[in-house]
């Protein structure tokens, strides 16, 4: 076992027997911390490196265990007037003392850390599926460049084993990460969200100039890309917005091939789940009234 093995990193997810980030059977390595701030974000727990907790409360029986166990009293069984458990985040100590009590799984982390050697040997239990199908491993998110050393690790160690290996990823990120993971990087899948730089800026709290750089970069190496646009209604679907994109792919490196990805509309129940204001539905609202 050699030092990297023990690199530590932070993960909301692994998800095996995937078919839609990548060739083939996939395990899905879904990674925490994003520098974006999307307001349709389908993964508002991968936004956040930080750990905390998310309450399901459709899963919820009000048994009250979890209230009972809490070391800190952070947690509330109240009335609205059905039964909800309120957590004050302020006074939780992360123990997990409530997530291990409760008979229902409604309390969860948003993510948990490990290391390179834990991952791979979750990542190596598919291998036969990997070699039938085709597939391999794809990083996610969050945004996997925002930890780039546990993400170029776990793509290292991929490569040693000869499991194909693809990174979902904005390219918001210092150019020399993508020199750094470069050579362990089968496919890159890129999410291209918006061209026009103020309204990028407006709906992902980030400019893309960065971003356009990093493609321009990437398409000049040869390695094998793919571009999505996620269609969110009047943001990016806009005819306007699928044209610029596309434009400057093609204009970029017209082998690199452009498609949809169509918005998941249960999305908001994930932000209900972590007590955070789902701002798409502001942003549609506003739309409406125009």
Not at 18 to 40: A, E, N, Q, Y
Request: proline residues 5%.
């Amino acid at each position: 076992m050699g030092k990297h093995d023990q690199t530590e990193g932070w993960i909301f997810k692994i998800k095996r027997f995937s078919i839609h980030d990548g060739p083939g059977i996939r395990t899905s390595v879904f990674m925490k911390g994003c520098p974006l701030k999307c307001v349709w974000c389908h993964n508002p727990e991968g936004i956040n490196p930080d750990i905390s907790i998310w309450y399901n409360r459709k899963l919820c029986i009000a048994c009250g265990q979890c209230v009972e166990v809490c070391p800190t009293k952070a947690l509330k069984l109240t009335y609205d007037p059905a039964p909800v458990i309120k957590i004050d985040k302020r006074s939780c100590h992360l123990t997990g003392e409530c997530i291990n009590t409760c008979p229902t799984n409604a309390l969860q982390f948003t993510g948990y850390k490990t290391t390179i050697d834990e991952s791979i040997r979750e990542i190596e239990k598919d291998l036969a599926y990997y070699q039938i199908s085709g597939g391999g491993v794809t990083l996610t998110g969050g945004e996997p460049l925002y930890q780039a050393e546990f993400s170029s690790e776990i793509l290292k160690a991929c490569k040693q084993r000869n499991i194909n290996t693809a990174i979902e990823t904005s390219l918001y990120c210092e150019k020399d990460i993508i020199d750094r993971i470069l050579p362990y990087v089968d496919l890159f899948i890129v999410d291209l969200k918006i061209f026009d730089p103020s309204q990028h800026t407006l709906f992902t709290g980030r400019s893309n100039e960065n971003i356009i750089e990093n493609f321009r970069h990437l398409a000049a190496s040869e390695k094998t890309v793919l571009v999505r646009i996620p269609l969110i209604v009047n943001i990016t679907d806009t005819n306007e917005n699928k044209a610029a994109i596309t434009n400057f792919v093609f204009e970029t490196n017209e082998k690199i091939q452009v498609e949809y990805i169509n918005f998941n509309p249960l999305t908001e129940n994930k932000y209900i789940q972590l007590e955070l204001p789902y701002l798409l539905k502001k942003e549609e609202n506003s739309n409406n009234m125009l």
